[in-house]
């Protein structure tokens, strides 16, 4: 039975891509910082699917935890046949700000820890010549929406470097970049949603589904929904200026 390491595997996009991969037959890692949280999850889905769920309670800034889980990853004993790097959250603080902890947890979680587990993963599955690395970046990566775009950007040219790097090894390594998801994500990050139509909202289950078959034919980028991947598309190619204003504006709808 194959195994699957899912970070921030408690709610949202995680737990969802937890209940897919489950229901797929995989035995389950999960990472988080939610200790209850993970107890409680790995119950249900022991229960419900009839799976193998060990917990790893994890702070991904915190750089002890961050290489603990890299040497689960590296474990001959027990390979991890997918990584899910999920981890994250919003970042709505301004670039301003003279207390930059959030920034620097930002940094931490969603681009030094992926660098980390990601490389531990490749070295693993690549010696093994299989194995796949899914990294949850954003549609945000392709604007300017303060520290949350540079990390997701940061993390999608990654994920395409580590994708090249492992090209014709057997290794697999894809990142999922989701717009808007129907998730508890923007109430947690105290991000505003409400003046947004019902039009560009995703299903979490939806994503879900659509990456792990974007996974399985082998792309490096997924975006779902046709929306969303024109979306992206006319992102990489507008002029930076354009870019920019729309990234103001957007930021402004938010804040209101």
């Known amino acids: 039975m194959p195994t699957a390491l899912i970070t921030g595997g408690t709610v949202g996009i995680g737990h969802a891509f937890a209940k897919a991969l489950a229901e797929r037959g995989y035995d389950l890692v999960l990472a988080s910082r939610d200790e209850a949280g993970l107890q409680h999850v790995a119950a249900a889905l022991r229960t419900t699917y009839g799976i193998e769920v060990e917990i790893i309670p994890t702070d991904l800034a915190v750089r002890a935890d961050v290489l603990a889980l890299a040497a689960r990853l590296e474990d ?4 991890i046949d997918l990584l899910v790097n ?6 709505h603080q301004s670039l301003l700000v003279k207390d930059f902890s959030v920034h620097e947890r930002a940094i931490d979680v969603m681009c030094l820890a992926l ?6 993963a490749a070295r693993a599955m690549k010696a093994r010549g299989e194995g796949a690395i899914l990294n949850v970046t954003s549609s945000s990566a392709v604007i300017t929406t ?9 993390a999608t040219v990654y994920t395409e470097a580590l994708a090249n790097e492992l090209r014709g090894t057997g290794v697999r390594v894809m990142g999922l970049m989701p717009g808007w998801v129907k998730t508890e994500f923007h109430t947690r990050g105290g991000v505003k949603a409400h003046n947004l139509p019902d039009f560009v909202w995703i299903d979490v ?3 879900v589904a659509g990456a792990l078959r974007d996974l399985a034919r082998g792309k490096v980028l997924s975006v779902p929904t046709r929306r969303w991947a024109f979306a992206v598309t006319v ?6 200026v354009t870019s920019r204003w729309l990234s103001r504006a957007l930021t402004k709808s938010r804040d209101e």
């Open 86 to 91: 999920n981890a994250g959250f919003a970042v």
């Open 76 to 79: 001959p004993e027990r390979p």
């Open 146 to 154: 303060g520290n949350y775009s540079a990390v997701k950007a940061w």
């Open 115 to 120: 660098l980390i587990l990601g490389g531990a």
């Open 235 to 240: 992102g990489h190619i507008m002029p930076r």
């Open 205 to 207: 289950d939806q994503l």
